[in-house]
């Protein structure tokens, strides 16, 4: 395993996430978690090397069997991660004295506030709850403060000036570093000195498997190599990422996240111009290739702003349904359920786009 320090303290560059541990019964929702299938995975992590172990309070029923599966070892073998969401519950001194209960110990290593966004960055700083977290630290209830971040870079920018903060948790990947933002979010963090804590490496498993192009590009280069672990040896090129948090589910999972962990070497430049290629490709094969020209808007009878659906189309293809909502924002006479079909706008489109098919499709998603 590798190891990588934050504030002077030897972490595992693999950190295990416990937010979707085993379910009893993985097809019923709200299933409880398997204890025993959960514990042998989280032994088997820390008898490989990983020392750090993420939780929260509004992970359910994550923080009690982690805390159960931990008082089999010695408290100094390990660093706990949870968080405080101000949104689920918004009394802090309630919700941390909760999670020492479920985690079965008089301290947590590294504390983080919870899931920043740009619509409660104000809530957080107004709420007395750093002022609180900061006195735990100093009665050495908490070891390490940090925040999670799903903001702006704006917003990041802004809340990484606010104090001295112990490290940050971002969600980096190659497809959000070369198509995202963050590539800017890293250098944010980098130029303040705060170590960095990864989610979502492989942008919740969407870059474990790609288009067949693009995988082809990847197994040419390194044929023993998962793609999925591409995504994490991009990650672990970036000298300020400090732990990686994967969540493990399987057996099989952790083996492969171990392998990758097993030694320093990172993507090389033919690697990094490799995984470029590929990630191109993958985005192309999600993708419709509008320009935005507009040469498809005049002759339509009931006047769609179809580039503005476009977007929202592509968005949707590439980040999932909630891109959707954003259909609500455009400004437009006409919506895809008005389209009559009349094909003008793919006689129209220099990309040859099958214009009336998307529209069809997005009125059903938009129903
Ligand atoms: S097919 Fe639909 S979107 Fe295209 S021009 Fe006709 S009505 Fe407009
Ligand atoms: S004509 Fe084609 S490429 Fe141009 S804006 Fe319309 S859909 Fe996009």
Same mark, same amino acid.
């Given at each position: 395993m590798i190891y990588n320090e934050i504030q002077g303290v030897k972490v595992s560059a693999l950190g295990m996430g416990n937010m979707r541990l085993p379910a009893v019964d993985p097809n019923v929702k709200g299933s409880p978690i398997d204890y025993l299938k959960a514990h042998e995975i989280i032994d088997h992590a820390l008898a490989n090397g990983i020392n750090y172990f993420d939780t929260a309070y509004v992970y359910t029923g994550s923080e009690e069997c982690l805390g159960a599966c931990m008082t089999k070892h010695d408290r100094d073998s390990? #660093? $706990?991660? /949870?968080?405080?969401?101000?949104?689920?519950?918004?009394?802090? *001194?309630?919700?941390?004295?909760?999670?020492?209960?479920?985690?079965?110990?008089?301290?947590?290593?590294?504390?983080?506030?919870?899931?920043?966004?740009?619509?409660?960055?104000?809530? #957080? $700083?107004? /709420?007395?709850?750093?002022?609180?977290?900061?006195?735990?630290? *100093?009665e050495g209830a908490i070891s390490y403060l940090g925040f999670s971040s799903h903001a702006s870079v704006d917003v990041l920018r802004r809340y990484a000036d606010y104090r001295k903060w112990d490290f940050a948790q971002i969600q980096l990947n190659y497809y959000d570093w070369w198509y995202g933002t963050a590539k800017e979010e890293y250098e944010i963090l980098t130029e303040r000195n705060i170590p960095i804590v990864v989610m979502e490496p492989v942008r919740g498993g969407r870059l474990a498997s790609l288009n067949p192009e693009a995988e082809a590009v990847l197994k040419a280069a390194h044929p023993d190599w998962s793609i999925s672990s591409w995504a994490l040896r991009f990650v672990k090129s970036l000298p300020n990422v400090k732990v990686i948090l994967s969540g493990m589910s399987h057996m099989d999972q952790i083996k492969d996240n171990l392998n990758t962990f097993s030694v320093e070497e990172g993507l090389s430049d033919a690697d990094m111009a490799t995984l470029k290629e590929a990630c191109d490709l993958f985005r192309k094969s999600m993708q419709v290739p509008c320009t935005g020209c507009r040469y498809c808007t005049e002759g339509c009878p009931v006047q769609i702003n179809i580039p503005e659906y476009m977007k929202v189309y592509n968005d949707y293809k590439v980040n999932g349904k909630d891109e959707l909502k954003k259909a609500a924002d455009i400004d437009t006479e006409g919506t895809p359920a008005d389209c009559v079909g009349c094909g003008a706008c793919e006689a129209a489109c220099p990309q040859s786009i099958k214009i009336p098919e998307i529209m069809a499709e997005l009125a059903e998603l938009l129903k």
């Open positions: 390990f #660093y $706990l991660a /949870s968080k405080f969401h101000i949104g689920s519950n918004p009394d802090y *001194e309630a919700v941390f004295a909760e999670s020492l209960r479920r985690l079965q110990t008089n301290r947590i290593d590294f504390y983080l506030l919870h899931c920043l966004l740009d619509n409660n960055i104000d809530t #957080y $700083l107004e /709420s007395g709850a750093i002022p609180y977290f900061e006195k735990k630290k *100093e």
